[in-house]
């Protein structure tokens, strides 16, 4: 989910944040409950949408009840939500993530 611009991270990427470098900064190893990191992820989230900020929300692997409260959340702000979706062979992976920055760079 993107809001204004694009950007790829790990699962998620606001700025310069990760979803690893806030469980590193957290002390949360990956197999722990990740509960306190996505209240940090959307605390972040909020304070870039309050102040208009452009961020991405890299949400690869979400499940369908996590995507929705993540548009939700982003709706609430009235942020401008861009839901990129790829579906393609891990062979031509690299090829379509290619294509994507280039269509965006295009804007």
């Not at 002390?27 to 996505?38: F, L």
């Not at 452009?54 to 861009?82: G, H, P």
Request: include cysteine; charge should be positive; charged fraction near 25%.
């Amino acid at each position: 989910m993107l809001a204004k611009t694009i950007g790829f991270g790990s699962t998620f990427q606001i700025g310069r944040y990760s979803l690893d470098e806030l469980r590193q900064a957290m002390n949360i190893s990956p197999k722990d409950d990740q509960g306190a990191v996505g209240d940090r992820a959307r605390a972040i989230a909020k304070e870039y949408m309050r102040v208009e900020k452009s961020f991405v929300w890299n949400a690869t692997n979400l499940s369908r009840q996590l995507r929705s409260s993540l548009i939700n959340l982003f709706s609430a702000y009235q942020a401008r939500i861009c839901i990129v979706y790829l579906e393609v062979s891990e062979k031509n992976c690299c090829g379509a993530i290619i294509l994507v920055l280039q269509m965006y760079r295009k804007r």
